[in-house]
């Protein structure tokens, strides 16, 4: 087990946190929020749609403001931070990942299935030509063996990344899984390691943790746990822990409480919790940004939510597939009335 005494946070509620709020930002929310993150001296803050560059669509959910008007408005605030952006092969494209660069976008991270790590070359190779700092993001890491997960991210690394991360996209994984993921990474790669964790099993802070003592030095966090399904690593708590731990984020930790409760708590429908859903994402392995979309589906059909993410799990559906949640919704729904077994 390694001890860090010093690891980079990047900031995502202004990306995964889109989904929990159906993708509402306005230009004045991401600014004031972007801006105070920068004067807490957060070193990356990433926006985009939550599921990327190009995510604002039927399937995935319509942004309410131009994720590049986003981008641009958060570039014009910080004077420190650095903005990410999101890129998923096949939804977002490369003009698009131009014109965040052009905008003031100084990192991008090229998302991936964890077994697609091979569409992924052309995006990391152009973000490197754009002088972009470059993030291989191995999404729905629980679904393959550790050595799958090693080859595909010695994949990213060979395309150019800077960095390669795990992404606990569903919270399925359990501590000791995510302690031999980036142990191996770290046994293997020459770039730095990372970890993106989401609450749906209550197990972001344990799992980042985890993560922390194997190796990994970037960690990703969302401040009020403002993230897709029960949220992400909290970073205003995860800050006060490192500083329990005697590890460094750099980020004042008095400004990060003030930020999440004065600036991000006001924009959240409901508070980000544990509910019967997102708990069902991490059990049944599912991708947290599904839970809007079944829910919607569920009550259309007049099905139960649950029973859709059961059998999307039991299908491996991954993003990407969100059009399988109404399939599925409606299969149960005409089960049902025939009085079958779901």
Do not use: W
């Amino acid at each position: 087990m390694t001890t860090n005494k010093d690891i980079i946070i990047t900031e995502v509620a202004l990306r995964d946190g889109s989904h929990a709020i159906r993708h509402q930002y306005t230009v004045d929310q991401v600014t004031s929020i972007a801006k105070a993150l920068d004067e807490a001296n957060v070193p990356y803050i990433e926006v985009t749609h939550g599921d990327g560059l190009g995510g604002s669509s039927l399937q995935y959910g319509l942004s309410r403001t131009n994720e590049l008007e986003l981008i641009e408005a958060a570039a014009s605030v910080v004077k420190n931070s650095k903005i990410a952006v999101l890129l998923l092969p096949g939804i977002g494209t490369k003009p698009e990942l131009k014109e965040a660069a052009r905008l003031g976008a100084k990192m991008a991270r090229v998302a991936t299935h964890v077994t697609e790590a091979d569409v992924a070359p052309q995006h990391i190779a152009l973000a490197k030509e754009l002088g972009l700092e470059t993030v291989g993001f191995l999404m729905m890491s629980h679904m393959v063996p550790t050595s799958k997960l090693v080859e595909q991210a010695k994949l990213m690394e060979s395309y150019g990344a800077d960095i390669v991360y795990v992404v606990d996209s569903a919270g399925a994984l359990l501590p000791h899984e995510v302690r031999e993921r980036i142990r191996a990474l770290k046994d293997t790669l020459t770039v730095e390691v990372g970890f993106h964790g989401h609450n749906n099993l209550s197990l972001a802070m344990a799992n980042t943790l985890a993560a922390i003592e194997e190796g990994a030095t970037r960690i990703d966090g969302s401040i009020r746990c403002l993230g897709a399904g029960a949220g992400n690593t909290q970073t205003e708590v995860l800050v006060a822990v490192c500083e329990r731990m005697g590890i460094k984020t750099g980020i004042d930790l008095y400004k990060m409480m003030d930020i999440a409760e004065d600036l991000v708590a006001p924009i959240l429908e409901k508070p980000q919790e544990i509910e019967k859903g997102s708990l069902v994402l991490g059990y049944a392995g599912v991708y947290s940004s599904f839970l809007l979309h079944a829910q919607r589906a569920a009550a259309k059909f007049g099905v139960d939510s649950r029973d859709i993410l059961i059998e999307l799990g039991k299908r491996k559906v991954v993003g990407g597939q969100e059009d399988m949640i109404v399939d599925v919704a409606a299969e149960i729904s005409q089960k049902q009335k025939q009085g079958l077994n779901v």
